[in-house]
């Protein structure tokens, strides 16, 4: 681990120039240069002060290893997903993902999906409409998780939204051990598509009855590993064709 090179890590990653850190910080590019390099290390004042910069926590900046983080993302590629056809549910707590989760969990199971087809796909989104009084005085959040029903799977089991999805382009990464780091390996990952989206001159433009984002969680090789899923649209052609079922 150094903190010089954590502190440089996260000044590339926030787009950040020495000169720019150094005024932040009101000491010179010098200092700031000597403080990648490990030459000296900056006051507790000072760490406390590069923390809020870089939106992590003191003891991740001090002592993790950040710059193995690259290595938990993949490369970026653009899909075609075929169309499908889901089960969905949304919930408002303040822990909504594991909570839909659950209940979904337990639908596909009392509704037969699980027997049916034992590795059906279940994914999941933000709600992003959840007003602000809820998050702020109550701190509820909302998320929606859906299970990918296959061809010829029907059902009557109550408690769940039916919707259909259209074949659509996405700009897809893939994060190995999403949850393992502190600073937030998921939000650095949206991040990044978003930049690669700039760069190449994609657009995000709502569609009826497409997804804006989704996220998929499975194991791999003993490792948890997530998807992330953000509609594209001007797309001339695609890497991949992708079919969930």
Sequence with gaps: MSLGK??????????ITQEQLAGMMSVSRQTISKWEADEITPELNKLVS?????????????????????????????????????????????????????????????????????????????????????????????????????????????????AEQKEADYA???????????LGRIPIAYKKILDFLQANGFCEKPKDGILSCFEHVYEKEGITCMDIYIHVDNVSRTDTFTNFM
């Design 172 to 182: 897809v990464i893939t994060i190995y051990d999403p949850f393992a780091a502190s």
């Design 6 to 15: 954590n502190i440089q890590f996260l000044r590339k990653q926030k787009k």
């Design 50 to 162: 590069l923390s809020d910069v870089f939106s992590c926590k003191l003891d991740v900046l001090v002592k993790e290893d950040l710059n193995v983080c690259d290595e938990a993302f993949s490369e970026i590629t653009v899909k075609r997903v075929k169309g499908f056809r889901m089960a969905r549910y949304v919930m408002l707590t303040p822990n909504p993902e594991d909570d839909v989760n659950f209940y979904m969990d337990n639908w596909a199971g009392r509704s037969g999906l699980l027997e049916f087809q034992p590795d059906a796909m279940r994914i999941g989104w933000d709600f992003p409409f959840a007003i602000s009084e809820l998050q702020n005085r109550f701190g509820l959040r909302g998320y929606v998780a859906a299970y990918i029903l296959p061809e010829g799977f029907e059902t009557s089991c109550p408690g769940v939204e039916f």
